[in-house]
């Protein structure tokens, strides 16, 4: 049982370069989502999606794409790096809305430079 | 707006010692979540507990406790005979009501604890 599986760990980007992210669960959940984690400033949200085919913003979208193909993952792609997006990110998925108290189930994060 | 307030951004404390975290939130809605994560060292985000509005007997998991009081808005974390292997920053959230109906975890700066042997 994966659980929530990030990839890489690590990566340096040079500015201006382009990258994906990829994220993929294994639980079956409807509810994918996109975070980035900065010194002082808990998480903030990037992009999610409440299902196949359905994805919308968080509070910190610019300079992030998002699709959401398959139930099972949910890339994030950064179209041209900058020094600005230097951070931690983290993908999470829950097997349902918030609201129903479920709670999340993050990846190992992916820490990433831009030079 | 709907905020979580971490007021202590790093506490330190000698093992065995009990630590509380706090943890005050803002929000409109009547139903509503709440959350505690821990962050240890090697950086991966592991769930504690979640909190309904509705629910507000204490819990306890072992050394673990929560205390929420919807008077105060808080939700406060209390570690009992805090050990080494407690350092961690840990995280409050607060679940908030978006737009189109769907639900986010709205999420404080985080308590960096630190129980020095």
């Known amino acids: 049982n994966a659980g929530v599986t990030q990839t890489p760990k690590f990566q340096v980007l040079k500015t201006g370069q382009s990258m994906t992210l990829q994220c993929a669960q294994d639980m079956n959940h409807e509810y994918m989502s996109w975070y980035r984690q900065d010194p002082g400033m808990g998480l903030r949200l990037i992009h999610y999606?409440?299902?196949?085919?359905?994805?919308d913003q968080g509070e910190v979208p610019n300079g992030y794409n998002v699709s959401r193909s398959t139930t099972e993952d949910f890339p994030l792609r950064l179209l041209s790096a900058a020094p600005s997006q230097t951070s931690v990110y983290f993908c999470a998925s829950s097997y349902s809305r918030v609201r129903r108290g479920y709670g999340y189930t993050f990846g190992s994060g992916t820490r990433l430079t831009v030079v | 707006a709907q905020k979580v307030t971490q007021a202590q951004t790093e506490i330190s404390v000698v093992e065995k010692e009990d630590v509380t975290l706090d943890c005050v939130y803002e929000?409109?809605?009547?139903?509503?979540?709440l959350f505690w994560y821990k962050q240890p060292p090697s950086g991966e985000l592991v769930f504690l507990i979640r909190r309904n509005s509705f629910d507000e007997q204490n819990e306890i998991s072992g050394r673990y406790s929560w205390n929420f009081q919807k008077s105060t808005s808080s939700f406060n974390f209390t570690i009992t005979a805090s050990q080494v292997v407690d350092s961690a920053v840990y995280f409050c959230?607060?679940?908030?009501?978006?737009?189109?109906?769907?639900?986010?975890?709205?999420w404080g700066a985080g308590t960096k604890l630190i129980i020095k042997p």
């Open positions: 929000t409109r809605d009547t139903t509503y979540y």
């Open positions: 959230a607060l679940s908030e009501a978006l737009v189109d109906s769907n639900y986010q975890l709205i």
């Open positions: 999606s409440v299902g196949a085919g359905i994805t």
